[in-house]
Each structure stands twice: as C-alpha cells, then as structure tokens.
C-alpha cells in the first residue's frame, strides 16, 4: 500500500497543531535558525510539542533547515540538527550539501526545493547521494515533473499550492544584488514583487510602474490525482509565514481532494491515522490568494503574472453596474455583509475599502472613491468566513475500541487504537452483584462509550463477564476509561513513525565537472561533498561575493516577452537588449529562446 502524504506549513506550535487537526498527514516547520524564513522560527521545546502532536496521530514532523550554512556555523547546524532529531523531528529538509558531511548518521535527509531539483540528472543523483526524499522545484510542466518522477526511487514531494518564486528556487539572487539580504539565508527583499519599467534598446519604455515579475500563486487542486499517478507521494502546501486561518482553511481542502482521489485508486491509502471534523466548509478564496492557477503546469504560457499588484486580491465579486450617493450595485448575486473588505484596481494602485452595510441589492461602502460602473470588486476579507473560522473548533479524532473484562473480583479494561496499539488498565473489586444485569450492562455499555472530550472517538465496546453481572459505579467506569484513553494518548505520542534512511554511495557521479557561483558552495563541507562524487572545479558561491554587478542572478521559465505577447517565436518588434528599471538599479533581460528560460544580468 502506497502512503500518500499532505504536508502544510507551520509557523509555530499552535499552527501546527491547527494543520493535524485540520487532515495534514506532515507538518514542515522552522527550528530556532538556519530556516529558509527567518521570520519563522521556533524553540526545540515548541518543536518538540508540535512532533509529539503530530506522531499522536501518525503524523509527521519535519524541520526545515534550508538555507546555506557559513563555515562558522557549521557545528551549531549539526547541534541543532542532533537536538531536533531527538525532539522527535522526523527530517530535516535541507538546502546545503554540509548536512552530508555533519556525522548525522540515523537522521533523515529531505532535498530542499531550494537546491533547484530541475533535471533528471540531478533527481537520479541526490537519490543515491543520501536524500530518502526530493522536492521538486516548483517551476515545472508536467511533463517535466513526469519524467523527474521515473528518474528515481526516492520519494518525490511537490508543491501543490500557495506563492511561487518567480526564480529557479535557490537560484536567485536578485535580493542580495540589492543589499546584503539574500533569499539562500531567509532574508529575501521580494525584490521580484517590486515595480520596474521595462526599457528597450532604444530607451523607450515599453511598460512603465507594472509588477513584472509578480507571477500570481500556484493552485494544483484540480490535478491531485494526475500528480499521484505519475509518483509523487507528498502534495505540500506552501506558507511558512500564512496565519492560522490559511492553515486550517487550505489544509483541510487538500485533505478533501487527497481523500477523494485515494478513493479512485486503488493500492493507496493516507500516510497518517485518524479523521478530522470540520465545523466549516473550506473554501481557498476566503483566504489569502493571489488569483491561483497551474503556473505552467500544463505548459508555459502566457497570463501567469499579475502586473497590477502583488498582494492578496481575494475572490472576485462581480462588475459594478450602478452608483448612487454612497451606494453601488454588482452584476452578481453573491452575498456581502458589514465589515467585508473589498478592493479593486484603479489607475494601476490597488485600493481597497471595507462594507458599512448591504440593503437588497444596494451595497454601502466606507468610501465610495474610484468606484465606477465597470470596475471589478474583489472581497479579501470575508467576515462571516473569518468569524466561523475563528469560533468553530475542528478536531482530529482516532477511532477506539475497548474491551472490558470482568472476573476474579477485577474489571480490566483494554483500548485498542486503529493501528492496534493497546494498553490495559484495571480496576480492583469486589463488586456488588447487580439487581437489575441488564440495567447495569447498559450503564456500563454508556459509560464506556463516551469519550470525555479527549481525541478518541469509541466505536466498539465489548463486555465480557465471567459470573454474575456487577454492579460498577458510574464514576469508577469514567475514571477506568479516562485512565485507559490517556495511557493509549501517550503511548501513541511517544510513538515513531519509522524512518526512511537513505544511504550515500559515494560512487555516485555529480552530473556536473564544474560548478559556477550559482550552485552557491560556501563552505569546505559541501565543497568537500561535491568534491568526493567527482567535480573538479567549483567556483565561489554567489553569496560570498561583495558585488554581483554584471551577474546572472535569476533564472526563470517565466518569460516576460511572453508575457506581454512579443514571443520572438511568433515574431517581436521590440529592439534588444530590453532592461527592467526600478529607481537607479537596472537589470538587464537575456532570453534563451531554445531552452524557453529567461535570465536577468544586474548591472
């Protein structure tokens, strides 16, 4: 049987538990440094709590250490990394091939996206290299991620939902070209969310103040079971830094359509135990988007960016068609109440305002300015939404059965999780004989079925009596079974899921001889990996160098030509070398029309 597995993001204990709760089958989450956001960090005491919420249900628990390590942090990685193991953390998802060369001999390995896991080469490799797992960067067609699939017999993840790095992951430069934060140390500027002017070779400007690189979020919802067919086994959604709301609303989407798509296969089953009831129907749009699709899932295309903004617009509510003093009317009928946000592009600014209140048809805003019959509404904040998901409490229950057995003056009382964990309990008599046998078995039968407001839900009881039927007072049944549930809650918290230890042949060849700066090797242990499978040449890594002028410090699939519809395949009168401008920094555009990649040069 196939374990498939949805993982969400966490940015701390309470979120986490919120994804378990919510279906997530894994949770990724930052320890106290070394992770991809360092907005996003979390003691080992928290780490800790969080891995045994997660292993109560099966889950598991993995911890992203995903950045590039400088020489001098090199032991305080493996301190950490030792520590979190410990804690119950059941892998690391790395981006430094240090990790290799740290003497972590028993802990699980998971290749970060952010080591730009692009070819079929590179997957093949880093499966025998150490890597049990590789995560597939995100700017991929679906052929591509096919054929990445077949490359190896390691487990694939991909991402399915949430923002995309308009760069090659890991890859990327842009921000540190800027200043001394880089995106490989969790510190990304965003630099790519930014306004430019797009100038070309005669100095015209071609398109001025837009987001060029802005590409709008990815959403594979519609094609879960299309990615587990070709071999992925983990659907990973993106938001380290996305609030609770996110996390719970968007986990439990995926957890509906993984369950779905399970159903239609057979051989495959979840990756974790238990069940979550939901007091809410989740609903993407609700929460923060930024217009999703499949990116160039099926193909690169045209309309994957969002020049207008690069914020959350929210789902669309319809045309204006009527204005009034302080009030307009939409083309569609979806319901909006008091204290609903709702925003709109005007003049190339995003605006935004909240609702006072809705009559009929007619919708009264705080401020009425700049809308207009025609303009598009888009609500990104839902009031009712947030209220229901801020007061409704969803849960993670696992199924129980228990077994009580009465003899010899001892009532003995089994559970017996979905897994068959079982623990006993006992409960010393003598116990009275019963007036009324069938009145007592059912007072038994009740007690035992109730399950105190813990994560257990009794499906079984079975009693067995050798003798007369006794008669067990109600509360020492209540304390018989709380005692019971609790010693199977932390046997099942204490538990491991079981390791997936990949081992490193170390005659495996690096598909490359040479690495330039973009492979970003800043330090003697990943040089020394590199070095033992056969790379005879590695320059120094982008990020050492004090001045990235004249550098290619992004790769992407995103092609702006494209975009604007000037492909030099389908013919383009625009003059060469086009140039993207914010303030004083240029950045030249190179297109590699073979390949279908465009590269940007700082200047």
């Known amino acids: 049987m196939v374990k498939l597995e949805l993982l969400a993001p966490a940015k701390d204990l309470a979120t986490a538990r919120a994804a378990i709760d919510s279906g997530a089958d894994a949770v990724y989450m930052g320890g106290p440094s070394l992770g991809a956001r360092s907005a996003a960090t979390n003691s080992l005491d928290d780490i800790r709590r969080a891995a045994e919420y997660a292993h109560l249900f099966g889950a598991r628990l993995y911890m992203t250490m995903n950045t590039i390590v400088w020489e001098h942090e090199l032991e305080e990685a493996r301190r950490i990394a030792l520590e979190a193991t410990r804690a119950g953390v059941d892998a690391l998802i790395v981006q430094d091939m240090a990790y290799t060369r740290l003497g972590l001999e028993g802990v699980e390995l998971h290749s970060s996206t952010q080591m730009y896991n692009a070819t079929p080469e590179r997957v093949a490799f880093l499966g025998r290299a150490g890597f049990s797992r590789i995560v597939l960067e995100r700017g991929l067609t679906a052929d591509q991620m096919r054929e990445l699939c077949r490359a190896t017999d390691s487990e694939i993840e991909v991402f399915v939902h949430g923002a995309i790095c308009v760069c090659g992951s890991g890859r990327c430069y842009m921000s540190r070209s800027l200043s001394h934060r880089s995106g490989n140390r969790g510190e990304c500027s965003q630099p790519c969310r930014l306004r430019y002017d797009l100038v070309d070779g005669n100095g015209k400007i071609v398109r001025r103040g837009l987001h060029l690189l802005s590409v709008k979020d990815l959403d594979l919802s519609s094609h879960i079971g299309e990615l587990i067919d070709m071999g992925a086994v983990s659907f990973k959604i993106e938001g380290r830094l996305k609030d609770e709301a996110y996390v719970r609303n968007i986990t439990a989407h995926y957890s509906t359509?993984?369950?779905?798509?399970?159903?239609?296969?057979?051989?495959?089953?979840?990756?974790?135990?238990?069940?979550?009831?939901?007091?809410?129907?989740?609903?993407?749009?609700?929460?923060?988007?930024?217009?999703?699709?499949?990116?160039?899932?099926?193909?690169?295309?045209?309309?994957?960016?969002?020049?207008?903004?690069?914020?959350?617009?929210?789902?669309?509510?319809?045309?204006?068609?009527?204005?009034?003093?302080?009030?307009?009317?939409?083309?569609?009928?979806?319901?909006?109440?008091?204290?609903?946000?709702?925003?709109?592009?005007?003049?190339?600014?995003?605006?935004?305002?909240?609702?006072?209140?809705?009559?009929?048809?007619?919708?009264?805003?705080?401020?009425?300015?700049?809308?207009?019959?025609?303009?598009?509404?888009?609500?990104?904040?839902?009031?009712?939404?947030?209220?229901?998901?801020?007061?409704?409490?969803?849960?993670?229950?696992?199924?129980?059965?228990?077994?009580?057995?009465?003899?010899?003056?001892?009532?003995?009382?089994?559970?017996?999780s979905e897994e068959r964990a079982t623990v006993s309990t006992t409960l010393a008599g003598p116990f009275d004989e019963a007036s009324k046998p069938e009145?007592?078995?059912?007072?038994?039968?009740?007690?035992?079925?109730?399950?105190?407001?813990?994560?257990?839900?009794?499906?079984?009881?079975?009693?067995?009596?050798?003798?007369?039927?006794?008669?067990?007072?109600?509360?020492?049944?209540?304390?018989?079974?709380?005692?019971?549930?609790?010693?199977?809650?932390?046997?099942?918290?204490?538990?491991?899921?079981?390791?997936?230890?990949?081992?490193?042949?170390?005659?495996?060849?690096?598909?490359?001889?040479?690495?330039?700066?973009?492979?970003?090797?800043?330090?003697?242990?990943a040089r020394a990996f590199y070095t033992d499978h056969g790379v005879e040449h590695i320059d120094e890594g982008y990020d050492l160098l004090p001045d990235l002028s004249g550098v290619e410090v992004m790769r992407t699939p995103y092609c702006l030509r494209r975009e604007i519809g000037h492909c030099t395949k389908k013919g383009s009168g625009l003059k060469e070398p086009l140039h993207i401008v914010h303030g004083a920094e240029s950045f030249r555009l190179r297109f590699d029309c073979k390949e279908c990649q465009m590269y940007i040069i700082k200047e």
């Not at 105190?452 to 079984?460: K, L, Q, W, Y």
Request: charged share 25%; net charge positive.
């Open 257 to 416: 359509l993984l369950d779905r798509a399970i159903a239609e296969r057979k051989g495959y089953c979840r990756a974790s135990r238990g069940h979550s009831v939901l007091d809410f129907t989740p609903t993407p749009a609700k929460t923060f988007t930024r217009s999703g699709g499949d990116y160039i899932f099926r193909g690169k295309r045209s309309g994957l960016a969002s020049f207008d903004t690069p914020k959350a617009m929210g789902e669309p509510l319809g045309k204006v068609t009527k204005v009034g003093r302080g009030w307009f009317t939409l083309d569609s009928r979806k319901p909006v109440s008091a204290g609903d946000g709702i925003c709109f592009v005007a003049e190339g600014e995003l605006v935004g305002t909240n609702i006072n209140s809705a009559e009929g048809e007619r919708i009264f805003p705080n401020r009425m300015d700049k809308i207009v019959v025609g303009r598009e509404l888009f609500r990104n904040f839902d009031k009712s939404f947030a209220a229901t998901l801020a007061t409704t409490r969803t849960r993670r229950m696992l199924r129980v059965e228990l077994r009580l057995r009465v003899a010899d003056n001892m009532a003995t009382l089994t559970a017996r």
């Open 439 to 525: 009145v007592a078995l059912a007072s038994i039968r009740s007690s035992l079925t109730k399950s105190g407001g813990s994560v257990f839900e009794v499906t079984d009881v079975d009693i067995e009596v050798a003798g007369p039927t006794p008669f067990i007072p109600t509360g020492a049944l209540n304390s018989l079974r709380r005692t019971a549930l609790e010693e199977l809650q932390r046997v099942l918290e204490q538990s491991q899921p079981t390791k997936n230890i990949a081992t490193e042949e170390r005659d495996a060849a690096y598909p490359i001889k040479h690495l330039r700066g973009d492979h970003n090797v800043v330090n003697s242990l």
